[in-house]
């Protein structure tokens, strides 16, 4: 069982028309633009949840996709190479006053689903206003590789293989934030912007998404059952390793992690939690194998010891925590009772215990923006 945290997904939005603002020059250029304003309307809808479409019509638009995720993902898709030519063509005039002038004009405004600052107000979410195009292009990317995490725990129940994949899809896309659209955003920026647009918490996500595929596949090596114990240890600390590269991505960030919510960076530390207490098993069934029975007995004595002082309060991760610390402990009566009557050997000090070792077997899956090349003209 993995931890889930599913809330990523949860931005909204406010309606943008993009042929009310600019101006085009010709036919095509206005086509462009109201072709634009159609298919994010369809997004809006669908995350605003204003939209009166039955799940019957829906599955018939998107080609008979059950799946809400990828009837989200195919929209996203549609309006992607879209937004990425227009801002292209914006891009050229960018510092024409009448471009400037329309880009505040549109006012682009979301919402975020990981700032602190976003769940304490009774009125409804907070919106963030950012006049500058290329924040419509981060939240929407944000919005993909959220949607692209959703599919993949969707996946958790049919099909591992496939679900450790889109997991990768998803951290290409994060990394693609990260590294290639964040950075372009030009200053100034406001300081108050939402988490969703640092490079910061998008290079963690790319981490996450990239322990998420890990667990996954570390996941089916058990129920196959053909991989040893101390591989598992490994697999399970890599995992580890990943997300204390995602904490360290978001301690990178200048005070950018003061703006992230607590309930996701407990997420983090708890699955961090969750997989050194399933590493630390693996190893002491590798090491009681082995015929170290005493060390076998001191790894888990001081896993469960650490474990039970980081569980979490949200109840699904506590119940999940419960279980796996119920089976540590369980395989650690076990192994006493067999080194009491057979092995009867010295239980080592906690300083003098193997650390678990770490191997990291998953890449992202590059991201490559597509963009629908038609020239664009605008009456300046």
Not at 166 to 186: D, K, M, N, T, W
Request: glycine content about 4%; proline content about 3%; aromatic content about 10%.
């Amino acid at each position: 069982m993995m931890l889930q945290y599913r809330d990523l997904a949860k931005l909204k939005t406010k309606k943008i028309v993009f042929e009310d603002v600019i101006a085009a020059r010709d036919s095509a250029t206005l086509e462009h633009l109201k072709e634009l304003s159609s298919k994010r309307r369809v997004i809006e809808e669908s995350i605003n949840h204003t939209s009166y479409i039955t799940e019957a019509i829906a599955r018939e638009i998107s080609g008979g996709l059950t799946s809400r995720c990828e009837q989200e993902r195919l929209r996203l898709e549609q309006y992607l190479p879209l937004l990425e030519n227009f801002i292209f063509h914006a891009d050229l005039v960018s510092s024409h006053n009448r471009m400037v002038q329309w880009t505040s004009q549109l006012k682009i405004r979301w919402s975020s689903a990981t700032s602190s600052s976003s769940f304490f107000d009774l009125r409804g979410p907070k919106f963030f206003q950012i006049n500058n195009l290329r924040f419509e292009l981060v939240m929407i990317h944000f919005h993909y590789g959220a949607t692209l995490r959703e599919r993949a725990l969707e996946f958790l129940s049919t099909d591992l293989k496939q679900s450790a994949f889109i997991f990768r899809e998803a951290a290409g896309v994060f990394h693609y934030l990260a590294h290639e659209v964040i950075p372009s955003l030009q200053s100034p920026i406001p300081a108050e912007r939402p988490s969703e647009a640092s490079s910061a918490l998008c290079a963690a996500m790319s981490f996450i998404c990239l322990a998420e595929a890990q667990a996954v596949y570390t996941r089916r090596a058990e129920e196959k059952g053909n991989t040893g114990f101390s591989v598992l240890a490994k697999l399970h600390y890599g995992v580890v390793e990943l997300l204390s590269d995602a904490t360290s991505a978001i301690q990178s960030g200048t005070g950018e992690g003061k703006t992230i919510s607590s309930w996701f960076l407990e997420f983090i530390s708890s699955c961090k939690a969750l997989h050194e207490l399933r590493s630390k098993k693996h190893l002491a069934e590798g090491l009681r194998d082995d015929g170290q029975m005493g060390v076998s007995v001191g790894v888990l004595c001081d896993a469960l010891i650490s474990s039970k002082k980081k569980t979490p309060g949200e109840e699904s991760w506590k119940a999940c925590f419960k279980n796996e610390i119920e089976i540590a402990a369980n395989t650690l009566r076990k192994f006493e009772h067999e080194n009491e009557f057979v092995w009867q050997e010295k239980i080592p000090y906690v300083d003098e215990l193997p650390s678990p070792q770490g191997i990291k077997i998953v890449e992202i899956v590059p991201y490559k923006p597509k963009r629908w090349e038609r020239e664009l003209a605008f009456k300046l």
